[in-house]
């Protein structure tokens, strides 16, 4: 017998309509998915086509679906359907099809559904995973891909040349490039920047500061230009301009990690220590960057120019743990407390991570005069040459004996006279000695003891070590593909002479990603390969300053021609996308 509800009751009774459209569907497709259903998800995505069949999205999920369930054909007929006949904007569906294929291991049609969609999609969304594939067809097919261009990226290939070329101190190179990419993308605002530091590098100051104002015009609040703007205004001696783009400057407070560092840096630059320091601090707070021992000598030398000498010491003390290899924070450290003991302010201390004789080295080649003089006037930088002298490692005392041979001074003369006894500063030694009481400078015989001081076999190490040889290993593995067997090689062939160089003084590698980098970039340089800091360190994932200060090192005792040594110019100079 049915029992019939009465009126009272079913006003009680809540009734919850259910509308069958698409978006219904769609949701119980989804919940198919989390539940790894893909019969039911791909049966409910198809009632969502029934409902809306001009919805290019509904027609993607479905061949998604045939995807994971391996069923590859089906869904690149489906994606074909969307770009003939739905909706052709849909670039993404060029990627999906490649990957499809690349499952099929047809990998000639990956390859060009792959080159399709790099060349019309605007946005670049799948970019990062579209490399990834071309590198593994490139393997596939033996070859490199044809491809023209990449649309989302229109530009940027060219500008990381001009980058590249700008860090070498190819200025006029540079120039052209530059102006080629800003003439076909006006609103390319890293490049009219990087032009504006070219043309300045030049003498160029009219055109420089044209180029800026453009990029200004474009973006009145364009971080790069107007940091630029402020170190070609301190250049030009126009305080006026300059007080008051400084105190704009000072009241901003950066966001994104690049533009706290280009603040940072630009705050050094024109002596605003105390709020450079600000900045500093900030990034060490950064995880992506905060252990970087390069970091901190910033922030050490910020806060020892705005005389907070605490900060200052407890920051140098972090970067020796971090870096134990270099006499950088010892340095430092020991110069300042020792002006502490004697009561006296530290020197102004540069910001670059050297000992302050290195940042001189390639000036006094150029005008001994002034080095002379630098020497005689800068206490610190004369405090380097006795502090390296005793504690630095055998390459460092070579570069000190060849540059104390150009100083006339007696208290230089009892330090050499110290260094004649030392190997292998002996023969360098003598014939700086033999500069300062007027014997015949022999140049060559100078250089001949640095570089054979870097070649594996004069002296080099008995045995090879395990943790050496894993450098050169992981190095080959992350070069492979992108170079060839001889440039692999000659990674190999750079790091012994870099260990034979620093033999019997070979410190303990901590970070040895950081040198694999480093080892990377400088055999890239050697053999005309465009490739920045940056690029290399996002492919050993560690820092950029990290990588620049390990190819320093290994520049320094390998004695690498200049070009492929060219120091990497960072913010606050060169911009990057």
């Known amino acids: 017998m049915i029992e019939r509800t009465s009126e009272k009751d079913a006003e009680n009774v809540n009734v919850i309509p259910v509308t069958l459209d698409a978006n219904f569907f769609f949701e119980r497709a989804v919940r198919s ?25 509904n027609h993607c999920n479905m061949a998604g679906i045939l995807s994971e369930m391996g069923k590859y054909e ?11 006949e739905i909706d052709p ?10 990957n ?9 049609e990956a390859e060009r559904s792959l080159v399709t969609y790099l060349q019309e999609d605007e946005d670049g969304e799948f970019l990062a995973e579209s490399e990834e594939l071309m590198e593994l067809l490139q393997y596939e097919l033996n070859r490199p891909a044809p491809l023209i261009r990449i649309r989302s990226r229109e530009g940027v290939v060219e500008h990381d040349r001009a980058r590249s070329l700008l860090e070498a101190g190819k200025f006029p190179q540079a120039v052209k ?48 230009a107007l940091c630029n703007m402020a170190i070609f205004l301190q250049y030009a001696g126009d305080q006026e301009q300059l007080a008051e783009l400084v105190r704009m400057l000072e009241a901003t407070v950066p966001f994104h990690q690049e533009h706290v560092f280009k603040m940072a840096t630009t705050m050094g630059i024109l002596g605003k220590h105390k709020t450079a320091y600000g900045h500093f601090r900030r990034l060490l707070k950064d995880e992506e960057v905060g252990g970087d021992a390069g970091l901190y000598h910033y922030c050490a030398a910020a806060a020892s120019n705005s005389g907070l000498h605490t900060e200052a010491a407890r920051c140098w003390q972090q970067a020796a743990r971090l870096d134990p290899e270099s006499a950088v924070p010892r340095f430092f450290l020991s110069q300042l407390q020792l002006a502490q003991a004697e009561g006296r302010e530290l020197p102004l201390v540069s910001y670059n991570y050297q000992l302050p004789f290195q940042e001189q080295l390639k000036q006094w080649k150029d005008n001994t005069d002034s080095f002379t003089q630098e020497v005689r006037n800068n206490p610190l930088l004369r405090a380097s040459f006795f502090w390296a002298l005793r504690y630095g490692d055998s390459s460092t005392k070579l570069q000190v004996t060849e540059a104390l041979r150009w100083l006339e001074d007696d208290e230089m003369s009892e330090v050499l006279q110290g260094s004649v006894e030392q190997e292998p500063l002996q023969e360098a030694a003598l014939l700086s000695l033999q500069r300062l009481i007027g014997g015949i400078p022999e140049e060559s015989a100078t250089q001949r003891t640095l570089q054979e001081s870097a070649v594996p076999g004069h002296k080099g190490p008995p045995e090879w070590k395990e943790d050496w040889q894993r450098i050169i290993d992981h190095t080959a593995a992350v070069m492979d593909r992108r170079y060839d067997a001889a440039q692999k090689k000659a990674a190999e062939l750079l790091w012994k002479q870099f260990i034979g160089g620093l033999y019997p003084d070979v410190p303990l590698f901590r970070h040895a990603a950081g040198w694999c980098a480093a080892l990377e970039y400088l055999t890239a340089k050697l053999h005309g390969h465009p490739v920045t800091y940056r690029e290399a360190a996002q492919r050993y994932e560690v820092s950029v300053s990290m990588v ?14 200049q070009d492929a040594a060219a120091a990497e110019i960072l913010p606050p100079f060169t911009e990057n996308i």
């Open 177 to 224: 490039l530059l102006e080629e990419i800003v003439r076909n993308i006006p609103d390319f605002l890293a490049a009219h920047n990087n032009l504006a530091l070219a043309y300045f590098y030049m003498g160029r100051f009219a055109k420089a500061k044209e180029c800026l104002n453009e990029a200004l015009r474009l973006d009145p609040g364009n971080l790069h």
């Open 89 to 98: 904007s849909m670039t993404e569906c060029h990627f999906y099809m490649a």
């Open 33 to 57: 998915l989390d539940r790894f259903q893909y019969d039911k998800a791909l049966k409910n995505f198809r009632k969502a086509v029934e409902y809306e069949p001009e919805n290019p999205v």
């Open 74 to 84: 089906a869904s690149n007929g489906i994606l074909a359907h969307v770009l003939e």
């Open 100 to 108: 499809n294929y690349a499952n099929m291991e047809s990998f000639e």
């Open 548 to 561: 620049s200060r390990y190819a320093r090192r290994i520049h320094q005792v390998c004695g690498l021609p």
